[in-house]
Every structure is written in C-alpha cells, then in structure tokens.
C-alpha cells in the first residue's frame, strides 16, 4: 500500500517522566486498564513502553546485518531456555535506574514487577540455556546471529511436589500473552509431510525430483528481540508455531466432515504445542521428528528467502555468506533439507548443493551418552519424510565409498559408520548424518571433546581429523551476575569499575583483593553473600516450610535428575551426616542447609524415586530435634532459570558430581563459581577447566577419575566397599531399614538395588570414601572462614575465562567467520 511514512526513525527518550508517560499510555489506553488491575497488566505496561526502546535499535540492527554480502550465522535449535527478559532488557539499556525511580512515582516495585513475567521455559537444562547465553552474547560482541527455534505453546512442565513425589503440570506460560514476541504472519513457510517422490527429466535431460501429495503445515514465525548490553545491536531469535494450511481444512470442510477437518488442523498445531520433557532417553516418537523437520524445513526456507531477496537467484556466493550451528543433533534433518531446497526447488546439481551444505554446517555434540544419541527409524522416515529419505540414501552412498577408500578391506568400519543401521528395524543414525554433513564438530569442555575424538567418534576423527575441535562452554555474566546478584556487582563495580561486564577476563583485578589483608573488602564480600543467603532463606521458608540458618553452609545441587548426575551421592552423604549426628559424633561440627532442586524425566522412574528419596531423608532430619540446625536438607520445587537467579548467588558449595566422563560440560558450575561458590567435583566436564583457572587450592577434587572408571568397570564389586567402609554400612543400612519410609516400606529398594549392582554404570559406592572425605575438608575449611572468603574472592576473580562472550568468540573465530556489524546511529535510511 502506498504511504509516505518517513524512514527516519526517532530515538525514544527515557528520562523517568518520558518512561512514566509511555506506561501511563500502554496502561490506560492500550491495554485498557487503570490503578487496581491485576499484576501482569503492570508487567505488560512495563514492558512495552520498554519494547518500544527496543524497538529502534531493532530495526537499526535488521538495517544494517541486511545488506548486501553482510556473512550471518543461524544457531538451529529446539530449545532456547530464555528464563524472563524485562531485567535483562533493562540491564542491556542501561535503564534499570530510570525504570526504577519511573515505577516509585507510581508506588511500585521493579523487582515485584519482574517477578510477574512468566519464565520463557523452551528447554530442558543445559543445553537450551546454553543457547540463550549465546544469544545474549552474539548481540553485546555485535555479531550477525540470528536464532531459529520452535514457540511451544506449553514450556518444560511445572513440577509440584506432593508427599515427596514429582507431579508435572501444563506451563502455561503464554497465559497473559508474552509483550517480547511479534509476530509476524508475512514470513509464514510451508513445510510437507507425507506423500510421495515422483521423479522426471528437466528440459535438459537431467533427472529431478519431486514431492508430490504431501500433507503441508504453516509455520508461523514470532519473533523475539535480543539485545546486546549497552551496544545498540538487537538481534532476532525467530520462533516458528505451526498452523494449518486453509487448502488442507476446505478440502475435509467441502467434503461435509467438519470435525473431520478440525481434527486435520489440531494435528497440524500439535507440532508445535509441547517441549518435550526428557533430555536423555530418545524415544523416537514422531511428533518429535515432525518437530525437527519443521524447524530445519522452516528455518532454512525462511534463510533461502532472504538471500534471494538480497543476493537475487545466485547461489555461487551462499557458502561463503551463510552458516549454520546445529544444537546437538535435534536439527540435523537440516543436512539433507537443504540438499532437497537446492537441488528440487533451486534446481542445483547434486555436486553443487553438497558443497553448499558441507561448507554452512556445523554440528556441536553435548553429549556422550549412547542412550542420549538420536536415532530414527527408517520405516518412519519413509512415512513421513520419503522425499528426505532418497537423500539420506544417496549421502550414505557417497560416504560409503569415502569409507572403502580410508579403509578398502574392512567390511566392518562400513556397517559402523554408516548413517543407516542395519537389522531387523533400520535406523537413522544422526549424529553420523551430523558429522558427515558438517565441516566442524565440536565438543563443549576440552575433555569431552578429546573423548568425542577418542571413543565415540573415534573413526570419524580418523577420516576427517580437520573438522574436529572445541568449544568449552560458558555462561552471560550480564544475567548470572549483573542481573542475579546487583550486591556483588555494585562491589566488585566500585572496587575495580565495570568493565568486566563486557569483558569478564578483567574480573581476574579482584585477586588482590583475596589477599590476606585486604579485610574491608573480605567484610564486603562476605556481607554480599550473606545477604543473598537471606534472601534465598526466606524463599525456602516460604515455598518448604524449612527454616535454614544463614550461619550453616548452604551446600547446593540444582540441575536435571538423572542418574550420572549422582544426585544419590548427594542423598549418600545427607544420610552419613544425620547418622553421624545421632551416634553423637559431632565434634567440630559444621553446620549445613542442603538443597537439591531438579526436574526428572516424567517416564524416568528413577529419576523420579531419586526425588522421592530425597524428600524423605529432608522429612525424617529436619523433623527430628537432635539434629536441628546442625542439619537441614530442602528440594526445591520447579527449578528454573529464575530460581537459579536467586540461588546461585546464595551458595557456599556448589555440587558437581557426575561419574567422570559422562558431564559433557556442566554450565551451573560457572555460574556457581563466577558468584563465589567453592566447587566440590569429580574431574569431569568442564570442572576441570575450572579447577585449572581457579587453583587446586581453591577447589574441592575427588573421585576416580576417566581412566580409572574405565578400567573399573569391568570388575566393580560395589560389594567390596561396602565390607571395607564403616561410615557406607551404617548409610546403607538405614536406607535397607527403611528407616526414610517406615510407612512406605521397600519403596527405595531399586535405588538400593542399582547401587549394588556390580552392573552400576554411575559407580556411585566407589566413590562414596572419596567424596565423605573431601566433604569432611569442605567442613574443616569452613571452620576457618577467612580462608573461605579468599578461597570464595579467588573462585569469582577466577571466572573471567567462562564467560560466552569468551566462548562466542572462539566459535566465531574457528567456525563461523563473521564481521561484527554495529548498527548504525542516527538517521535509519
Ligand atoms: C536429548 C533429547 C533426547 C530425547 C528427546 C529430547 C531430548 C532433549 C535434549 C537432549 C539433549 C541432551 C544433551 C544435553 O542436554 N547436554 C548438556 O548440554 C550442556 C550444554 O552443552 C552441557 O553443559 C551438559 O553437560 C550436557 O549434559
């Protein structure tokens, strides 16, 4: 439509009158409220008369990353953990202040009015809010990343817990809206499913390929604004949400089944209507390839797009400008899409869209456990995507070939490395579709990533020894630090200035201060911590009931429940303290407040007795009054983003325990260091690249390590340190008395049966010694709190090196190969 809307686009002001004005406006005539509505209209005021300054540098950002031979880098994933994004906004304008004093004129409360916004819970744990923290990080070093991932309409479940046992509710967290999405139906795709591939000859006699009689869905992209911390850059993360083709309802409706179509179109909004809940155990569930396809189908139809809107129909250049990070192996499908949008829908030869592919992905890996690997059944991917199946094939066979030509006589590394696994059932493997299509891949500490290079992958290292490096993980100290914990900020800002903020390797100026002397400034710290213990406190009181001391050592483990996490390492050691406790063992006693918080798998039954155990050992201490203060156990109930924003910084001991060799990385153990937590942990993961920058000294170590767990394995006898170990009968022995579930007798009996289980792969008992022990050492250090203070200084000052800023860096630098673009100031043109 003509118009002459001029394209200079005023910056908004923000002095506190100018945000008091626009929030009067949002409230009263845009939303149609007034004094008195319920909280999350407040919330919406609030956030978009902030939106609104957003808003201007979004288009400045779009402006200038859209032109011409601009490279851009695309992060495909199912999951962005993104938690909420008022304060993180607020923080990244530099408007905190202003909105604060604009919210006290109305009698309000910034922080009671950030606690309104739902946590946007798109992931699982890691590995999704891994790619949140990437996000944050591409937009404050002005990189050209743009986000592609799905708008579920239910997150990562709520988790109540009723007498000690998880329930999951619907997370209904598009309830009231969501203020930070857009959406944006003029960038709808189409993506098929079903049908069939008819093949025909093109008018130069080459055989081409169609997909014909397919069953298509809309995608609909939302698109979310990310901004960079105090740059002006806004980078977009675009979500898609399904919906159904009009053509597709007509159809049944004009047929006279009217149900009939409704029920094709709620098929077609399943795609996207629920996360799915577990991160280890693929179960192969269609829905979940639908979800995959979708997402890579959308995502890469919406990038052609847009190259050919800039770039016109000329694909010689497209490798060059183009790169894709795939997340794990959930958008992997993505491989053989874009071979199918080149060579079917842009009409390029096989050669030239295998050159385009292999040149823009990349794949990162987060995970070695073989349960954990995706794999999908062939007679599936002939239902639901044949088209994409004639491709997988024709890769397999070209990689086939380049396998004869490494290894000609060896029949056996064909039938190991091939995408297909053969057998009654033929499966997808995809992370052999990953790396085969990818030019990186990349683990995400440095230990997992040498064993990508010497187990798992071992023979495509082999092959293609150049595609394969790390990346070790890191987290935003914008949200982890600045945003969780303003006290320690507002410290660390007046004693060496804020420059850590946008570059966290400076944060190393605070080791002078952990020196012995400097006793005003370990007064400081201390205080900080203490008052972000109260604060959590008061959060256990209020949710747990369960009154914990802010003098105790508050020992905290929060992540996925799973079994190689040891969270029954954890429960071991709880109950070896209360039983210390009432054989009156309590000599230089040590105070502690233990939590655990933690989602399990809804299907994973151990995971699932795992929560139950510890709630029950949390019942029988904190009720029994011999132990009082000298032991309190709490779960935490619904662990998200937001509540690790609060506990984090209330941590004395941060829990990090896994079996070594089976954490790829870990991520709350750097939040936990960078907000002066001590580490106790298993050489695993990237603990030892915080054990490496921090010092032995200043971190807690035990257990075997990955050689050791190796070399064990094949004859553990978890029997043996049973016999050997006094402290591991008497904790066991309460646990087989059901001492924990007097009324519910032999519920825990599987725990204790998996424990000892010569066929435990966790080897938990084995390192049960190990760990009493050095908890015993976190005691005695406690006892000498000024150590603990310079051990707790030296592990924030330490923490430069886990920044993501760091680690996006790395990928640009090694991987991805990108400009950084600054939006430009002034006039829009
Ligand atoms: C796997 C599956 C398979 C079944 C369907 C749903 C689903 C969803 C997620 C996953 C991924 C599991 C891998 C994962 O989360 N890895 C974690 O990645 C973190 C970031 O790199 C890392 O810090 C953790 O150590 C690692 O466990």
Request: with cysteine; net charge negative; proline share 4%.
């Amino acid at each position: 439509m003509k118009n002459c809307i001029p394209e200079e686009i005023q910056t908004l002001p923000s002095t506190p009158d100018a945000l008091a004005k626009s929030f009067k406006r949002y409230l009263i005539y845009h939303i149609g409220r007034k004094t008195g509505c319920p909280p999350n209209y407040l919330f919406e005021a609030v956030s978009k008369t902030l939106r609104d300054r957003v808003m201007v540098n979004w288009h400045k950002t779009r402006a200038a990353q859209e032109q011409k031979g601009v490279k851009q880098a695309y992060y495909l994933s199912l999951e962005f953990l993104m938690g909420r994004a008022l304060g993180n906004h607020l923080i990244n304008l530099d408007l905190t202040d202003n909105m604060r004093k604009t919210l006290e004129g109305f009698c309000m409360d910034l922080e009671e009015i950030e606690s309104v916004e739902a946590d946007a819970g798109l992931g699982n744990g890691g590995l999704g809010r891994l790619a949140a923290c990437f996000m944050d990080s591409c937009a404050s070093l002005n990189l050209p990343v743009m986000g592609y991932g799905l708008h579920y309409e239910y997150g990562m479940f709520r988790q109540l817990i009723n007498h000690g046992y998880q329930e999951e509710e619907p997370d209904q967290w598009l309830r009231h809206g969501n203020p930070w999405e857009l959406r944006r139906p003029e960038y709808t795709q189409r993506v098929h499913f079903g049908g069939r591939t008819e093949f025909y000859r093109d008018k130069n006699n080459h055989l081409r390929a169609h997909w014909v009689d397919t069953h298509d869905v809309l995608a609909v992209p939302y698109d979310v604004p990310i901004s960079g911390y105090k740059n002006n850059t806004v980078n977009t993360l675009r979500l898609w949400k399904a919906a159904a083709t009009e053509e597709f309802d007509l159809y049944e409706f004009n047929a006279g089944d009217y149900a009939g179509s409704m029920a094709a179109k709620n098929s077609a909004e399943n795609i996207t209507m629920v996360l799915y809940p577990n991160d280890s155990s693929e179960n192969g569930k269609e829905l979940r390839l639908r979800q995959q396809y979708f997402l890579a189908s959308a995502s890469l139809q919406d990038i052609l797009r847009r190259w050919e809107l800039r770039e016109g129909k000329n694909y010689q250049y497209f490798a060059e400008k183009n790169v894709f990070q795939m997340n794990d192996t959930h958008p992997t499908i993505s491989v053989a899409e874009l071979m199918r949008l080149l060579m079917d829908e842009k009409n390029l030869g096989w050669d030239q869209a295998w050159a385009i592919t292999t040149k823009t992905l990349a794949y990162t890996n987060h995970t070695l456990l073989p349960e954990a690997l995706e794999k999908w059944s062939v007679e599936l991917f002939q239902a639901l995507l044949p088209r994409l199946l004639d491709i997988i094939y024709e890769i397999n066979a070209h990689f086939m070939d380049a396998v004869r030509a490494k290894w000609p006589t060896n029949i056996e590394k064909q039938r190991q490395l091939s995408i297909i696994e053969e057998g009654p059932h033929p499966q997808i493997r995809m992370a052999h579709l990953a790396i085969v299509g990818s030019f990186s891949v990349n683990g995400v500490a440095d230990l997992h990533s040498k064993l990508l290079c010497q187990g798992l992958f071992k023979d495509f290292y082999a092959l293609w020894p150049e595609k394969f490096n790390n990346k070790t993980n890191g987290v935003t100290p914008r949200r982890w630090i600045v945003h969780a914990n303003p006290l320690l900020t507002k410290l660390i800002n007046k004693t060496i200035g804020d420059e850590w903020i946008a570059d966290l390797s400076k944060i190393s100026q605070l080791k002078p201060f952990a020196a012995e002397d400097q006793k005003a400034f370990h007064a400081q710290f201390k205080a900080v911590k203490q008052a972000n213990k109260q604060r959590l406190a008061h959060i256990i009181q209020e949710t747990c009931g369960i009154a914990f001391n802010t003098e105790s050592i508050f020992d905290i483990q929060v992540k996925r429940i799973h079994e190689y996490k040891r969270q029954l390492l954890n429960a071991l050691h709880m109950i070896h303290l209360y039983s210390q406790i009432k054989q009156g063992k309590t000599d230089n006693w040590v105070n502690r407040c233990i939590l655990v918080g933690g989602k399990a798998a809804p299907s994973y039954v151990m995971a699932k007795k795992i929560i139950k155990l510890i709630n029950n050992i949390a019942y029988v201490v904190n009720n029994d009054p011999e132990v009082g203060d000298k032991l309190k156990i709490a779960f935490y109930p619904n662990y998200d983003v937001s509540s690790m924003e609060i506990i984090a910084p209330a941590a004395d001991l941060s829990e990090q325990i896994s079996t070594a060799g089976k954490e790829a990385s870990g991520t709350g153990n750097m939040k936990f260091m960078m907000n002066g937590a001590l580490t106790i942990g298993t050489y695993d993961g990237a603990n030892i690249e915080i054990l490496e920058q921090v010092g032995e000294d200043n971190f807690f170590l035990f257990g075997l390590k990955v050689n050791e767990i190796e070399a064990l394995l094949p004859h553990y006898q978890p029997i043996d340190y049973l016999q050997q170990d006094n402290d591991l009968q008497n904790v066991m022995h309460l646990l087989k008395s059901n001492h924990f579930n007097a009324l519910e007798p032999h519920i825990f009996d599987d725990i204790i049966n998996s424990l000892l289980s010569p066929h435990d792969p966790w080897m938990t008992l084995a390192d049960f010694r190990s760990y009493v022990d050095t908890q015993n050492q976190v005691a005695q250090t406690w006892l000498n709190q000024s150590q603990w203070i310079r051990m707790s200084i030296m592990n924030t000052a330490s923490s430069g090196f886990f920044s993501t800023d760091r680690t996006m860096q790395e990928y640009n630098h090694d991987i991805w190969k990108l400009k950084t673009i600054k939006p430009q100031l002034g006039t829009l043109k």
